[in-house]
């Protein structure tokens, strides 16, 4: 603090006038204003998922080394983090939701949870505008969205970088997601600037190894965006529970254009896989002179016992099998 020459914060009254406060006082601050609106509100210590899941038997303190904001509403808890830079208001970082904590009161403490997000809560949504070439070539245009939680994790690593630092870490993310071969090129992004927002990337695109070239036809995978991806979860035994961050969903949205004289000549059927907490859709309908595919994919959970495993390793063979349904266009010439 002298190095620096800042002024030490020994009050909620300090960090107004000084401008400036440690993540846990500017929590501290919120506080203090929350209860001074008539708001009945505390701090809470909790353990980090991202580090470690809480063990009270271990009786060690330093297990609760974030903390968040509790405010009681008659609706319920609403937990916050208002010194988390890049978070909107009513949604915590992944490592900090369903947490275990300390809420600090009169008689010293309660352990809590804090609130568990929901798949909507973390969200990643493409939608793409690709056209085939009668050689298999597949390119256009392709958006992602980031939204909730996943836009809290992409500001968070990339809030310190320039604009060459953060069209390098969106390229690698979206090029990492796509079949292995394929290329992004980002021509643009909003919404980074405003936490509130869904962060929307654009960019051009051209997929690898969704398309094989048969004759007079066209070999198309169902889930283009998904071309090449291997199973999930392929041991038959496991010695760990499945560990996500957090529920999550994924959807895609494409848009394909026919090559000039090429027809659809078959179509796989629509397919809803409803698994508990875990759900898989696959849609492919043709609109005019054009395909549109749809895929969602979403789970509610985020730990999954080990007797809940052989389900879970189920879903995901039936979404992969289902990926791998072929479209086949065929050209009107011999």
Known sequence: MEREKLKANNNAGDVLKNGYASSRKVNYFFVALARAAGFNATEVYVSPRSRQFFNPDAQETGQLSADVVDVRLVSGDLYLDPACA????GLLP???TSATGLRLDHDGGTMVTTSRSH???????????????????LQGTLSVEYQGIRAIERRGEGWRQDEFGKEKMFTDAITRELPPGSRFKMNSISGWDQNSR????LGDVEIAGAVVPAGHRLLLTSAVLHAGEGPILQLAERTYPVYFRVPFEVSDDVVLHFPPGFHVNSLPNS???????ANYELNVHPEGDVLRLTRDLSISGFLFALKDYPALRGFYAKA?????????LASAKP
């Open 86 to 89: 890049v978070c909107p208001y």
């Open 119 to 137: 798949p909507q809560d973390a969200v990643v949504a493409r939608h793409a505008d690709l056209h085939l070439s009668s050689d298999g070539t």
């Open 198 to 201: 869904t962060i929307k990337v």
């Open 94 to 96: 992944w490592y900090e």
């Open 320 to 328: 992969h099998q289902n990926d791998g349904q072929q479209i086949i």
């Open 271 to 277: 397919v809803k896989i409803p698994a508990g907490a």
